[in-house]
C-alpha cells in the first residue's frame, strides 16, 4: 500500500511563509505526478499545484507567483513554498501522488491533509 504523509502546516500572519513538504512510500510502487490539493470550509476541494516526474508544473491561477512545487524525485517528496500568504489561503492541505504497483495501472494516493491558517 502507498503512504502519504504531509508536514509544514500551521497558523502565520498575512504576508508571511510557509513549507508544506509530503513524502509517499510504497514497497515495489513508481511514483508519478504529485500535488497539492486544498479546501476550505465550505468550499470544494482545488488543485493548488502539480508536478510530473520530468519537472513540469501547474498552479491555479490564485497561487501563481506566490506558490512553488518542487520535488525530490530519488526520495519521493514534494514541497510547496508558500509565500505572500493570504487571509484566503487558509485551508486543510492534502498532497497527492499518482502511484503504480510494479508495471499495474495508476491510482490516486492521498494524504490525510494539514491545517494551514493566516491570520490578517
Known amino acids: 500500500q502507498v503512504k502519504v504523509v504531509e508536514s509544514g502546516g500551521g497558523l502565520v500572519q498575512s504576508g508571511g511563509s510557509l513549507r508544506l513538504s509530503c513524502v509517499a512510500s510504497g514497497t515495489m510502487f513508481n511514483f508519478g505526478a504529485m500535488g497539492w490539493h486544498r479546501q476550505a470550509p465550505g468550499k470544494q476541494r482545488e488543485l493548488v499545484a502539480m508536478i510530473s516526474t520530468d519537472g513540469k508544473t501547474n498552479y491555479t491561477e490564485s497561487v501563481k507567483g506566490r506558490f512553488v512545487i518542487s520535488r525530490d524525485k530519488g526520495e519521493n517528496t514534494v514541497f510547496l513554498q508558500m509565500d505572500s500568504l493570504m487571509p484566503e489561503d487558509t485551508a486543510v492541505y492534502y498532497c497527492?501522488?499518482?502511484?503504480?504497483?510494479?508495471?499495474?495501472?495508476?491510482?490516486?494516493?492521498w494524504g490525510q491533509g494539514t491545517q494551514v491558517t493566516v491570520s490578517a
Open positions: 497527492n501522488v499518482f502511484a503504480a504497483w510494479r508495471a499495474g495501472p495508476e491510482y490516486d494516493y
